[in-house]
């Protein structure tokens, strides 16, 4: 289901509020490494500036700069798909509107409409630009629709909101859009992207109108991401909002994942690993192996979580073990595995 945000007050109020990345958890004591795994701290850094790509075959690990694109765009020749960064910030979010054009959307038209972000398990029917395509036997088109995108508030001039139309799409070939500024005189810009077969998605960042490189793996070379997003998180009241949230994501075009919960990490061997169920959503492993304690303002690790990852090389057994550097410093995450035998 996509989850929705709203531009009106109470929404920047409540997005402003909410600036932890979970919502407070009961303090669990940290679990201890066990003998003889292998284990490796990712260095998000304390601002959570960078993004971590790991591959378990090989023990590489590419760390580029979080935040460098908006818009991205699947490389996968039998389903188009765009994604947007919702990570950036709380309010990045896409607005549509149908049988609409350019001209006739104004910022009036902006203040009360239904804003969508991308849900992070990668669904194309649960991304902010569902329905923007539309197949014709064996061809794919585009739907009449006109998009607002918010670029985030962090931006404070008119470059903050981009309208968008589609023009033409050829999965696994090319995607043709054009887009513009809300001012009335504004820029108008045709572009085209041509997508990377070796790549998941090529991505756009519209304030300097050019592609960016954000994948440093060909899509066969990596098994999970430590990186930014954005999640829709019931508070107290059960009332969803729109968290921005560091965790895992994985590649699921090599990576499926079981999530086992009050197991002994231990105990787990390759037959029982082989018998359970995994699912290739590209929020398996997700945020939630970690807790906050608002008192403590701590982070600690969920206690007797594990992770079976399957690769198209190994079944490995995973679990996190800290969320903190040797200095207390906080966005360095520890994960324990070890290759199942």
Not at 76 to 99: E, H, K, L, T
Not at 264 to 290: L, R
């Amino acid at each position: 289901m996509i989850r929705c945000k709203n531009i009106v007050l109470i929404g920047l109020i409540a997005t402003a509020f909410f600036t932890a990345c979970e919502k407070p958890e009961k303090l669990y004591p940290q679990p201890k490494t066990s003998l003889g795994v292998q284990s490796q701290i990712f260095a998000m850094g304390e601002n959570y500036a960078n993004q971590l790509w790991f591959d378990f075959a090989t023990q590489k690990t590419e760390t580029n700069a979080f935040g460098l694109w908006h818009m991205g765009f699947s490389c996968d020749p039998s389903q188009p798909r765009v994604s947007i960064n919702g990570g950036i910030s709380a309010s990045f979010g896409v607005a549509r509107f149908a049988g609409s054009s350019f001209g006739k959307i104004t910022a009036d038209s902006i203040k009360k409409v239904q804003w969508y972000f991308d849900n992070p398990n990668g669904d194309p029917d649960s991304s902010a630009f569902r329905r923007a395509f539309v197949k014709n036997g064996t061809q794919w088109g585009v739907n009449d629709y006109t998009y607002v995108i918010d670029l985030g508030d962090k931006i404070k001039d008119s470059t903050r909101y981009v309208q968008l139309k589609f023009t033409d799409c050829k999965p696994g070939q090319s995607y043709d859009f054009e887009y513009k500024n809300m001012e009335p005189n504004g820029f108008q810009r045709k572009q085209t992207i041509t997508v990377n077969r070796d790549k998941n998605f090529v991505y756009y960042q519209f304030l300097e109108h050019r592609t960016v490189d954000n994948e440093p793996f060909n899509n066969d070379q990596w098994d999970i991401l430590f990186t930014t997003y954005k999640e829709s998180v019931p508070d107290a009241n059960g009332v969803p909002y729109p968290y921005v949230i560091r965790g895992v994501l994985i590649n699921p075009k090599k990576v499926s994942v079981a999530q086992l919960d009050k197991v002994d990490f231990n105990a787990i061997d390759k037959a029982y690993a082989s018998a359970v169920v995994y699912g290739k959503k590209q929020d398996e492993i997700g945020y939630d192996w970690k807790q906050y304690d608002q008192t403590a303002e701590r982070y600690t690790m969920v206690p007797n979580r594990v992770y079976l990852i399957k690769t198209t090389d190994a079944i490995i057994k995973m679990k996190f073990v800290d969320f903190y550097n040797d200095q207390g410093v906080k966005g360095y995450p520890k994960m324990a595995w070890e290759i199942l035998q």
